[in-house]
T-cell receptor, first 110, second 115 residues
Framework: RKEVEQDPGPFNVPEGATVAFNCTYS??????FFWYRQDCRKEPKLLMS???SGNEDGRFTAQLNRASQYISLLIRDSKLSDSATYLC???????????FGAGTTVTVRA | DAGVIQSPRHEVTEMGQEVTLRCKPI?????LFWYRQTMMRGLELLIY????????DSGMPEDRFSAKMPNASFSTLKIQPSEPRDSAVYFC?????????????FGNGTRLTVT
């Protein structure tokens, strides 16, 4: 079983729509959680960290559910520029190895 | 802040040749990571260094791969001999120490094609 699993999508949504997707992780000892964004043929970049209580950053909301071992990302009022692949990232606290999911592709259409 | 700098951006080589990828991390970052990304396997951690010392190289595919970090501002990933299945995008990333939520800063990557 992969350490981090994501629905690859693609999620095709119109501008202004809300899109949400999850990521599951297998290691219950995981301590740190992130969403990274990767544009086509570019490097991954940190979108946001995910905190236990959930957190927002503008139109983006991240949630963590430790009991069910998943994290989620919700994008409100989606923009064309939100089109990208969103990578779920999980790490244990005892080292700095990050496990990346394969990514969820989101395409926002005009 | 110049960010993580990788070279070359693209490398096309023939099977059996030696390939050397280079990385300059962000100044002051204590951790350096080498990742490989393919469509089939996604992003895979190959090796990471802390204060120039290799900490975990369990992701290195086989003995054909080696990585060094002779000083805090430079690292290399070498493949010798290269094979077509090594074709991928290789990313170098760095992060600062001591912070559980310290983000990774990736370089632009080296797109390697082995024919």
């Amino acid at each position: 079983r992969k350490e981090v699993e994501q629905d690859p999508g693609p999620f095709n949504v119109p501008e202004g729509a809300t899109v949400a997707f999850n990521c599951t992780y297998s290691n219950s000892a995981s301590q740190s959680f992130f969403w990274y964004r990767q544009d086509c043929r570019k490097e991954p970049k940190l979108l946001m960290s995910v905190y236990s209580s959930g957190n927002e950053d503008g139109r983006f909301t991240a949630q963590l559910n430790r009991a069910s071992q998943y994290i989620s990302l919700l994008i409100r009022d989606s923009k064309l520029s939100d089109s990208a692949t969103y990578l779920c990232v999980v790490s244990r606290s005892n080292d700095y190895k990050l496990s990346f999911g394969a990514g969820t592709t989101v395409t926002v259409r005009a | 802040d110049a960010g993580v700098i990788q070279s070359p951006r693209h490398e096309v080589t023939e099977m059996g040749q030696e390939v050397t990828l280079r990385c300059k991390p962000i100044s002051g970052h204590d951790y350096l990571f080498w990742y490989r990304q393919t469509m089939m396997r996604g992003l895979e951690l190959l090796i990471y260094f802390n204060n120039n010392v290799p900490i975990d190289d369990s992701g290195m595919p086989e003995d054909r791969f080696s990585a060094k970090m002779p000083n805090a501002s430079f690292s290399t990933l070498k493949i010798q001999p290269s094979e077509p299945r090594d074709s991928a995008v290789y990313f170098c990333a760095s992060s600062s120490h001591g912070q559980a939520n310290s983000p990774l800063h990736f370089g632009n990557g080296t797109r390697l094609t082995v024919t």
